[in-house]
């Protein structure tokens, strides 16, 4: 599973029962998952009209947070 990245299926009865993947994978697959979940909700805002910030503004701020790390 590490080296090939592929899942492992396991069957019950010949019917799919269970999946195992490496945690490495799995990460893959969430971060994935939460960016499509991020940009589902960032078109349906810009369907309704919202068209956010500026991208200057969103830059300058966070120009400003990283400052606050260092």
């Not at 499509?36 to 400003?64: H, P, T």
Request: zero cysteines.
């Amino acid at each position: 599973m590490h080296k090939s990245h592929e899942p492992v299926f396991i069957t019950k009865n010949g019917e799919g029962d269970m999946v195992l993947m490496s945690l490495a994978t799995y990460g893959e697959i969430k971060r994935t998952l939460d960016l499509y979940v991020k940009l589902a909700a960032a078109e349906a805002e810009a369907v309704r009209g919202n068209r956010g910030r500026a991208l200057n503004q969103v830059m300058a701020d966070l120009r400003k947070r990283i400052r606050g790390f260092q």
